[in-house]
């Protein structure tokens, strides 16, 4: 990266702050790559151990089971990044990276990555503030995929979304909304079991479902749902 694209690294939330000519060191350390909707990135079981800062867009963090079941892990987009587990253990990548809209990143090396922890401790300390906050939210997943019912896996899926929404009277519009095969892979399950809730919820009034927009009409009702 030049000195010109060095200030957008400022939306990453790892160097927000830092001072330009440390900003400029690390764009010397980076390739900028645009990548087109639904482009693949990198590959799960992958030998490969690059970190990607995401510029503009967003990424889609996935896996297929055995049995060709798509499982989303997240969908992260501008000041994020991905890729920095297999950066830390050089192990094979955990997971398929997709870009679910046109998208702009910013790829550094393993070698690189390590240097800059290394050198920059606010970095390094913003970075395990990062992979607590990962594992806290994987572990939440991972005991609502094994404990919990269809339906109040939909409703908490549904409030996570809800976070980032639009505010409407009452309630949230979530727009665009993911479809129901993305809400299923999101939380372990069928897409038909998830049209199945959804339905409940709107002959409830709780929502309504519209093209690619899930309105909330009562957040608190959602909130209490049992």
Same mark, same amino acid.
């Given at each position: 990266?030049?000195?010109?694209?060095?200030?957008?690294?400022?939306?990453?939330?790892?160097?927000?702050?830092?001072?330009?000519?440390?900003?400029?060191?690390?764009?010397?350390?980076?390739?900028?790559?645009?990548?087109?909707?639904?482009?693949?990135?990198?590959?799960?079981?992958?030998?490969?151990?690059?970190?990607?800062?995401?510029?503009?867009?967003?990424?889609?963090?996935?896996?297929?089971?055995?049995?060709?079941?798509?499982?989303?892990?997240?969908?992260?987009?501008?000041?994020?990044?991905?890729?920095?587990?297999?950066?830390?253990?050089?192990?094979?990548?955990?997971?398929?990276?997709?870009?679910?809209?046109?998208?702009?990143?910013?790829?550094?090396?393993?070698?690189?990555?390590?240097?800059?922890?290394?050198?920059?401790?606010?970095?390094?300390?913003?970075?395990?503030?990062?992979?607590?906050?990962?594992?806290?939210?994987? &572990?939440?997943?991972?005991?609502?995929?094994?404990?919990?019912? /269809?339906? #109040?896996?939909? @409703? %908490? !899926?549904?409030?996570? =979304?809800?976070?980032?929404?639009?505010?409407?009277?009452?309630?949230?519009?979530?727009?665009?909304?993911?479809?129901?095969?993305?809400?299923?892979?999101?939380?372990?399950?069928?897409?038909?079991?998830? &049209?199945?809730?959804?339905?409940?919820?709107?002959?409830?009034? /709780?929502? #309504?479902?519209? @093209? %690619? !927009?899930?309105?909330? =009409?009562?957040?608190?009702?959602?909130?209490?749902?049992?």
């Amino acid at each position: 990266m030049d000195s010109r694209q060095a200030q957008r690294l400022r939306v990453i939330a790892l160097f927000e702050d830092l001072g330009d000519a440390e900003l400029g060191r690390i764009a010397q350390a980076c390739v900028a790559r645009a990548y087109e909707r639904h482009a693949l990135i990198a590959t799960e079981h992958e030998h490969a151990t690059d970190v990607f800062f995401i510029l503009d867009g967003s990424v889609r963090v996935n896996s297929m089971s055995p049995e060709g079941r798509e499982v989303i892990y997240s969908d992260v987009g501008q000041g994020a990044i991905v890729g920095e587990f297999a950066a830390i253990d050089h192990q094979p990548r955990s997971a398929t990276m997709v870009a679910s809209s046109d998208c702009l990143l910013a790829r550094m090396s393993a070698e690189k990555f390590d240097e800059l922890l290394r050198s920059n401790s606010t970095v390094a300390i913003r970075l395990i503030h990062l992979l607590v906050g990962k594992v806290r939210s994987t &572990t939440e997943r991972v005991f609502e995929v094994s404990a919990l019912a /269809v339906r #109040e896996r939909v @409703r %908490r !899926e549904l409030l996570r =979304l809800a976070v980032a929404g639009t505010p409407s009277g009452k309630g949230v519009v979530i727009h665009p909304a993911p479809t129901h095969y993305d809400l299923a892979a999101r939380i372990g399950s069928h897409r038909e079991a998830v &049209t199945r809730e959804l339905n409940r919820l709107a002959g409830e009034n /709780v929502v #309504e479902i519209g @093209r %690619r !927009e899930i309105r909330i =009409l009562d957040l608190g009702l959602l909130q209490e749902e049992t």
